[in-house]
Nanobody
Framework: QVQLVESGGGLVQAGGSVRLSCAAS????????MGWFRQAPGAEREFVAA????????YYADFVKGRFTIARDNAKNMVYLQLNSLKPEDTAVYYC????????????????????WGRGTQVTVSS
């Protein structure tokens, strides 16, 4: 099993930036494919970005459009999501997710494909 704890959210002005962090427990972090999702009030949780076990493969939702970057540091058991050029519609609770991946460069985009979730961190973008 792996436990995930997100941090780094907060209040930011439109056009600003924030970096989210996700700390994972356990010694087998390198075997997990990781993802970030978000959920706005009244909306379903949606995919944001994913990274493979190695960190060499990434995938983003269309709405990211080059504004966000996902990265991982397997030596530190950390996953990051850099959010730039933020818009009010990016306001949401951002969740980190993990799944034990059998394929090295697998990136996953669906909620149901992940087994472990953090509690989330709130990002609020003011206009």
């Amino acid at each position: 099993q792996v436990q995930l704890v997100e941090s780094g959210g907060g209040l930011v002005q439109a056009g600003g930036s924030v970096r989210l962090s996700c700390a994972a427990s356990g010694s087998t972090f390198r075997l997990y494919a990781m993802g970030w999702f978000r959920q706005a009030p009244g909306a379903e949780r949606e995919f944001v970005a994913a990274v493979s076990r190695s960190g060499n493969s990434t995938y983003y939702a269309d709405f990211v459009k080059g504004r966000f970057t996902i990265a991982r540091d397997n030596a530190k058991n950390m996953v990051y999501l850099q959010l730039n050029s933020l818009k009010p519609e990016d306001t949401a609770v951002y969740y980190c997710a993990a799944v034990n991946s059998l394929r090295g460069e697998q990136v996953l985009t669906r909620n149901g494909e992940y087994d472990y979730w953090g509690r989330g961190t709130q990002v609020t973008v003011s206009s």
